[in-house]
């Protein structure tokens, strides 16, 4: 039987508008999607597309195993990951395998930090598999404070706020722009990197990009406010312009 193709289906920032007309010509004509969430969750990336899948469509959340209390370091921490991944991974090669194409949807571009990356590595030599590219997430944020992130000979560095402070504050201070993503829970050692950088009074937050309930505001008015994972911090470039 000749197999089915994967499909990893970049939405783009959050708004369906900004999706590229191949995505969204696949995510309408998909008879089995996957996605993400957390359990309990309906996941960002399926609430994304709502209202676009065919009402024949076969759904099949891939939900997190709970790793928040176990430090990244931790061996524990990849081994629930790594069986989290091979029991996905184990259930698209079925379905692939009998002929079936399966969208698997990525928030902003499947190859920039997302979780798509993990299937991919697993099954790009085993399985036909096209990646459909998008609107990354982090320019959905800059564009939506108005100020262009970059001029000229601007150095943008692009770095998780999960980081370790010291190697956060190294790298903002060598950068002229600067996007910290992954936020939430680590708002704290970002906001103290970005003073020992010099950088804080400079810096935005940007919650939910391109989404119905977008926010836009500089950092040091944010206040104590706890941040929710989908938001991105954005220091503009002032480099060189005519």
Same mark, same amino acid.
């Given at each position: 039987m000749k197999p089915g193709?994967?499909?990893?289906?970049?939405?783009?920032?959050?708004?369906?508008?900004?999706?590229?007309? @191949?995505?969204d010509r696949l995510l309408r004509n998909a008879r089995h999607v996957a996605f993400f969430r957390k359990a309990g @969750?309906?996941?960002q990336a399926r609430r994304i597309v709502d209202g676009m899948l065919h009402e024949d469509a076969v759904e099949f959340p891939m939900?997190?195993?709970?790793?928040?209390?176990?430090?990244?370091?931790?061996? @524990?921490?990849?081994?629930?990951?790594?069986?989290?991944?091979?029991?996905?991974?184990?259930?698209? @090669?079925?379905?692939?395998?009998k002929g079936e194409d399966v969208v698997v949807l990525c928030e902003g571009d499947p190859?920039?930090?997302?979780?798509?990356m993990h299937i991919y590595t697993r099954l790009k030599e085993v399985v036909p598999v096209q990646v459909t590219p998008a609107i990354t997430g982090m320019s959905g944020a800059w564009t939506a404070t108005?100020?262009?992130?970059?001029?000229?000979?601007?150095?943008?560095?692009?770095?998780?706020?999960?980081?370790p402070e010291d190697t956060l504050t190294e790298r903002m201070a060598q950068?002229?722009?600067?996007?910290?993503?992954?936020?939430g829970r680590h708002i704290e050692k970002v906001k103290s990197a970005l003073k020992a950088?010099?950088?804080?009074?400079?810096?935005?937050?940007?919650e939910f990009a391109s989404m119905p309930n977008q926010t836009v505001q500089k950092l040091a008015a944010a206040g104590d406010k706890v941040t929710p994972y989908f938001s991105i911090i954005v220091v503009h470039g002032q480099g060189r312009r005519p």
């Open positions: 193709t994967l499909h990893g289906v970049g939405l783009g920032p959050g708004d369906p508008d900004l999706m590229s007309v @191949r995505a @969750r309906s996941g939900e997190y195993p709970v790793t928040t209390e176990v430090p990244v370091t931790d061996p @524990r921490y990849n081994a629930a990951l790594s069986a989290f991944y091979t029991h996905c991974v184990d259930h698209l @090669r079925d379905l692939i395998e190859f920039f930090f997302g979780s798509f108005g100020q262009p992130v970059t001029w000229g000979d601007d150095i943008l560095t692009v770095m998780m706020g999960t980081l950068s002229d722009a600067i996007v910290v993503m992954k936020i950088a010099g950088k804080f009074d400079d810096a935005w937050l940007i």
